[in-house]
């Protein structure tokens, strides 16, 4: 049988690797004695994958991904049998059967959204931050992007859906981004905060959290609520 689930990635353990969630996730169900399915080969491995990679430094409230299992698991029990092993910080909700056919939760992905919170090294009003914002939005957005084909110039303007400005105060503040996430790539949202920064000429760090994954309207998956 096939599960569908997604797993939470707390801000302790954001700047761990997707390799390294990978094999996280791993152990924890070999701990919890979950029927794993296993490949074929000289090296076998389990049948799982992901509908994305969550980006080192970034944490999240939901990375889907699917496992294989050689037995039928109730997703109640799975969900209870994994998370009381599960590392700190990390934990798997929304399990479901998969119907047949499922296909990759990849081919499906649509969008993502996040929260980005700004720690800035002076204050910003959010009237600067609503007008740069604004400014940026009103036309192309040119980043420089690392291919195989060497370094080319990107207009990342096409992949960001909504921008809206939240809590702003001082030093702090937030902004919610949705953006287009697809298997052929999507809205690089590190890349377009740099961005921003750069057009605001403030200093400071931030820190991304996706909140949202958006899949095509199946009725099993969150997908994009209409506008």
Same mark, same amino acid.
């Given at each position: 049988?096939?599960?569908?689930?997604?797993?939470?990635?707390?801000?302790?353990?954001?700047?761990?690797?997707?390799?390294?969630?990978?094999?996280?996730?791993?152990?924890?169900?070999?701990?919890?004695?979950?029927?794993?399915?296993?490949?074929?080969?000289?090296?076998?491995?389990?049948?799982?994958?992901?509908?994305?990679?969550?980006?080192?430094?970034?944490?999240?409230?939901?990375?889907?991904?699917?496992?294989?299992?050689?037995?039928?698991?109730?997703?109640?029990?799975?969900?209870?049998?994994?998370?009381?092993?599960?590392?700190?910080?990390?934990?798997?909700?929304?399990?479901?059967?998969?119907?047949?056919?499922?296909?990759?939760?990849?081919?499906?992905?649509?969008?993502?959204?996040?929260?980005?919170?700004?720690?800035?090294?002076?204050?910003?009003?959010?009237?600067? !931050?609503? /007008?740069? #914002?604004? @400014?940026?939005? %009103?036309? &192309? $957005?040119?980043?420089?992007?690392?291919?195989?084909?060497?370094?080319?110039?990107?207009?990342?303007?096409?992949?960001?859906?909504?921008?809206?400005?939240?809590?702003?105060?001082?030093?702090?503040?937030?902004?919610?981004?949705?953006?287009?996430?697809?298997?052929?790539?999507?809205?690089?949202?590190?890349?377009?905060?740099?961005? !921003?920064? /750069?057009? #605001?000429? @403030?200093?400071? %760090?931030? &820190? $991304?959290?996706?909140?949202?994954?958006?899949?095509?309207?199946?009725?099993?998956?969150?997908?994009?609520?209409?506008?």
């Amino acid at each position: 049988m096939k599960l569908i689930a997604a797993y939470h990635k707390g801000q302790e353990i954001a700047m761990i690797s997707h390799l390294d969630i990978q094999r996280t996730l791993q152990r924890a169900f070999r701990r919890a004695n979950l029927p794993l399915l296993y490949s074929n080969g000289f090296n076998p491995h389990p049948q799982f994958s992901f509908a994305t990679a969550a980006a080192t430094g970034m944490s999240s409230d939901c990375e889907w991904f699917d496992v294989e299992l050689s037995q039928d698991v109730d997703p109640q029990e799975f969900m209870q049998r994994a998370n009381a092993v599960m590392p700190r910080g990390m934990h798997i909700s929304g399990a479901f059967v998969a119907p047949e056919p499922f296909g990759s939760l990849s081919a499906k992905l649509r969008a993502a959204e996040y929260r980005v919170s700004f720690q800035f090294e002076e204050p910003v009003s959010r009237e600067k !931050l609503a /007008e740069t #914002l604004e @400014a940026m939005l %009103a036309g &192309e $957005i040119i980043i420089q992007k690392r291919t195989k084909g060497g370094i080319r110039p990107v207009d990342m303007r096409p992949y960001i859906l909504r921008v809206s400005v939240g809590q702003v105060e001082g030093e702090q503040a937030a902004l919610f981004v949705l953006g287009k996430l697809q298997a052929d790539g999507g809205l690089r949202v590190d890349a377009f905060i740099d961005a !921003l920064l /750069e057009r #605001l000429d @403030a200093h400071g %760090a931030y &820190e $991304i959290h996706r909140m949202n994954l958006y899949f095509a309207e199946d009725g099993l998956l969150p997908h994009l609520p209409a506008e």
